[in-house]
């Protein structure tokens, strides 16, 4: 079974500081998607950043961004200038091969300190 | 652009009733439909995988069931409802970009 290890069951950081959420994941795969989503108190799942494994460039959308290591299978999130409203549960998933199923890590509670 | 709803919001449920709960997408063709469960303080599991109207497939033996009677609609059922089933309960779409976008969720309570 393809898995998505994340071993950081909580984090915490200090508001307008930058955290690092890891995630580790298996494939026999050379082009695959990578995703990391967002799960506020109100337990909605909210897309936060994607990653195209053929893509050299590391994935960015304002304060977050990934850094992908391929070779590694390595695929954290990097959030910069916390915020209050960054706390959350952290999701990274990515979907099976030959089909759009999403497998999920265990997630990462983030909290901001203020 | 594409929107996703899915309802009720919130239910509580005595063991051994029936369930409904019911998901839709407005804005795209033809997605790929899917229903999870998140037990309390953990992942998700993919409880239920649809590509068109009429064909479900089930991930997990379990009490419950699909259906996709409309193309942009998907229910999620049970005839009788177990304690195990309580839970919170994701529709999710999916179409071409190969990324899945959820909607609000149904906190399920079985009493």
């Known amino acids: 079974a393809q898995t998505v290890t994340q071993s950081q069951p909580e984090m915490s950081v200090q508001e307008a500081e930058t955290v690092t959420l890891s995630c580790t994941y298996d494939?026999?795969?050379?082009?695959?998607?990578l995703f990391w989503y967002k799960q506020p108190p109100s337990r909605q799942m909210i897309l936060v950043i994607r990653q195209e494994a053929y893509k050299q460039q590391n994935a960015t959308e304002n304060r977050f961004s990934v850094n992908f290591q391929k070779a590694a299978k390595s695929f954290s999130l990097k959030i910069s200038d916390s915020q209050l409203g960054d706390a959350a549960m952290y999701f990274c998933a990515r979907p099976n091969f030959g089909n759009e199923k999403l497998t999920f890590g265990t997630g990462t509670r983030l909290t901001i300190i203020p | 652009s594409q929107t996703i709803h899915q309802w009720p919001a919130t239910l509580v449920q005595p063991v051994g009733s029936p369930l409904s709960l019911e998901c839709t997408v407005e804005?795209?063709?033809?997605?790929?439909l899917y229903w999870y469960r998140q037990a309390a303080g953990r992942g998700l599991q993919l409880l239920f995988y649809?590509?068109?109207?009429?064909?479900i497939s089930s991930e997990v033996p379990q009490n419950l069931s699909a259906s996709r009677p409309q193309d942009r609609q998907f229910i999620l059922s049970s005839k009788k409802l177990l304690l195990s089933d309580s839970g919170f309960y994701l529709c999710?779409?999916?179409?071409?970009?190969?990324?899945?976008?959820f909607g609000q969720g149904t906190r399920l309570t079985v009493v």
């Open positions: 649809s590509v068109g109207i009429g064909q």
């Open positions: 999710a779409w999916s179409s071409g970009t190969v990324t899945a976008f």
């Open positions: 804005g795209t063709s033809n997605p790929n």
């Open positions: 494939t026999s795969e050379s082009d695959y998607y």
